[in-house]
């Protein structure tokens, strides 16, 4: 019995041993993580993890789940709790991506889908989105939306201030339906809504012809995989028919990939620097051109307030390496990268992560590049889907020039 007794007094021991062990190692955890999060709010460093962030969700969470009187969206409530962690950063050009958006992003840039044919820029001040280009033939053109349209509504949904990339997603969709578009037009003193179906929309980002003079065109609309080629085709067309100059017409092209840029610029620019980027702890990667091939002709590239990101890119090097003159207005002043990283789930996240220059060191972010020689574009055709080519005062300009050179 007596040694019953001492079994039962130590096995109480062990466990009273064990509890405050374990309480002294909960208490030490507790205190390396408090001890964490206040080094952590000190430094300034983001920390959506601590313990007073996960308790204040938990709470959130309780009283939208005792007393929200509506049905809950559980996909849309988590959707947002990570768009609204990326809007925290300011940063009007990050983005956070659900998998249809994601989806949709890198369709956008493979050459083909199902849309109005339009193209669209947005203004990062105020948020407004703008038409700047309507398909010739396309179902937006059939409907009657027309270059310098504001889009007020897509599918009833205001989308001033919207990421541009989730309005162009909104905007696409399964072939032969249809979507409203309301829009704000100069002149109209209501707003304009259209039904537009949607169709397979062919992308060809690069156009070309001969002008008078021998003098070659090439218009690039934006910076996709599929431009490279065409402007790469178009470049030798042209050279086959004899060109003895060229204009290269950047207007109203919102950027797109740096890498095809670059890679367009590569056959344009002797050996030497393209541009070169900076991040957060200043390290700096640098794109070149070789010396395989590069334009000796005279050139010209016309640019607008549209002519954005990796357009100016493009500007940027033909102005800083003097082979050619910029023809038009002040451009967009885009002078910061951003990258989208994939995550695990098939989202994804958008997030500016450097500045880029130009050659000669010149970062253009909110400022843009000025043109060698201003001119404005004729209001009388600023609105035109396709503009006769006579009637085209800024191209007009840059022909003039060339044929004086």
Not at 206 to 231: C, E, M, P
Not at 322 to 328: E, K, M, P, S
Request: aromatic fraction near 8%; proline fraction near 3%; charge should be negative.
């Amino acid at each position: 019995m007596e040694n019953k007794k001492q079994f039962i007094k130590g096995f109480a021991v062990g466990i009273l041993v064990t509890v405050l062990l374990a309480g002294g190692i909960f208490a030490g955890s507790n205190a390396l993580t408090k001890a964490s999060d206040e080094k952590k709010a000190e430094s300034g460093e983001l920390n959506l993890t601590s313990s007073q962030v996960e308790d204040k969700i938990t709470e959130i969470e309780t009283l939208v789940q005792n007393y929200y009187l509506n049905d809950i969206d559980t996909d849309q409530v988590e959707n947002y709790l990570y768009k609204g962690m990326i809007v925290g950063l300011d940063d009007p050009y990050a983005a956070y991506y659900t998998k249809e958006e994601y989806q949709s992003l890198m369709d956008s840039t493979n050459g083909s889908y199902y849309g109005i044919g339009v193209e669209m820029s947005q203004n990062m001040t105020t948020g407004i989105i703008t038409i700047t280009r309507v398909f010739e033939g396309s179902p937006a053109e059939e409907a009657g939306l027309l270059p310098g349209d504001v889009i007020y509504r897509v599918d009833d949904d205001e989308v001033t201030g919207e990421d541009l990339t989730k309005v162009v997603s909104k905007v696409k969709g399964a072939e032969g339906t249809t979507i409203p578009i309301s829009v704000a037009r100069e002149g109209e003193s209501d707003y304009l809504t259209f039904d537009v179906e949607r169709r397979m929309i062919e992308i060809s980002t690069v156009a070309h012809k001969l002008l008078d003079g021998n003098i070659g065109y090439i218009s690039v609309t934006s910076f996709d995989d599929v431009t490279v080629n065409q402007f790469l085709a178009a470049l030798d067309d042209l050279e086959n028919q004899g060109e003895t100059a060229l204009i290269i017409d950047l207007r109203n092209n919102g950027g797109g990939l740096v890498s095809s840029a670059c890679s367009m610029l590569d056959r344009l620019l002797p050996e030497g620097l393209i541009v070169y980027t900076e991040d957060k702890y200043g390290n700096r990667e640098e794109l070149k051109s070789d010396a395989e091939n590069y334009f000796d002709k005279p050139l010209a590239v016309l640019v607008n307030g549209n002519s954005a990101s990796a357009s100016e890119i493009f500007a940027g090097a033909i102005k800083d390496y003097g082979i050619g003159t910029l023809v038009g207005t002040q451009t967009f002043g885009k002078g910061i990268v951003q990258k989208i990283y994939p995550l695990s789930d098939g989202t994804a996240v958008k997030l500016t992560v450097s500045k880029y220059y130009t050659p000669n060191g010149n970062n253009i972010h909110g400022i843009g590049i000025a043109p060698d020689v201003e001119v404005e574009l004729d209001p009388a055709v600023a609105n035109e889907v396709v503009i006769p080519e006579e009637k085209d005062n800024q191209l007009q300009k840059a022909m003039e020039i060339l044929t004086e050179k």
